[in-house]
């Protein structure tokens, strides 16, 4: 490897910073209705990604079947 190589390598690693996290200022208090729907959000997403599963499966057994039928 050459200086320059090195050299450019150790300057991509050093501009990689962590960014710099905000301060939240909360009362104290958490609405009910934020956290029911990031509950509902996160269960369909759960749900999509079951049904996808189940729809693989279905499709995989179906070749399998279609193709012992020949």
């Known amino acids: 490897m050459s200086a320059e190589k090195i050299f450019q390598e150790v300057q991509d690693i050093a ?16 609405d009910i209705n934020n956290l029911l729907a990031r509950v509902r959000k996160e269960k369909r997403k759960e749900n999509k990604i079951n049904l996808i599963f189940i729809g693989m499966i279905t499709v995989i057994i179906c070749i399998i079947g279609i193709i012992l039928s020949f």
């Open 15 to 30: 501009d990689l910073k962590t960014p710099q996290l905000t301060k939240v200022t909360s009362s104290g208090r958490v």
